[in-house]
């Protein structure tokens, strides 16, 4: 098994990228042959309802999340919500689940994601450039 530090977490719901901030997280590749990571985010408690639905309904949905260092593109997975754990203010949520994209695609999954929030022409240029330099944090 393999641990990283997770540095930024976003959700889609709606179609959307929802930042999620971070306190702290982790990531884990169990390195198994059905390729099933672990990923735990700390974050605080306003964000339970975001997960809580999910969490009762078993649903896989996307989740991207950034390991190590801003700078690295986000990494794509599919995931469920296994256990949401209430700790004073904050919650603990764990996830499992798989890549589903190679992380190499992001610029693809960026540009997809602005057509559908709208852009088109020099505004989806510009948007586009701009967000590929900030990535989520």
């Known amino acids: 098994m393999k ?6 977490l976003q959700i889609y719901a709606d179609k959307k990228a929802i930042n999620i901030p971070l306190m702290d997280g ?21 964000y339970k309802e975001q997960f809580q639905k999910r969490h009762e309904n078993q649903e ?8 190590t260092h801003a700078a ?15 700790l004073g203010d904050n919650i603990s ?3 499992e689940g798989r890549l ?8 693809e999954m960026l540009l997809d994601d602005l ?14 450039r701009t967000r590929m330099k900030k990535r989520p944090s």
């Open 93 to 95: 949520v764990l996830f």
């Open 60 to 67: 896989l949905f996307e989740i991207r999340v950034v390991i």
């Open 26 to 46: 982790l990531i884990i590749n169990k390195e198994n042959e059905d390729g099933v990571w672990i990923i735990e985010a700390f974050i605080e408690k306003r």
């Open 72 to 86: 690295n593109d986000p990494a794509p997975f599919t995931v469920k919500v296994h256990t949401i754990q209430e």
């Open 115 to 128: 057509i559908k929030e709208g852009f088109s022409g020099d505004q989806l240029l510009e948007e586009f």
């Open 3 to 8: 641990t990283f530090k997770i540095v930024a």
């Open 100 to 107: 589903s994209k190679r992380r190499n695609e992001y610029p």
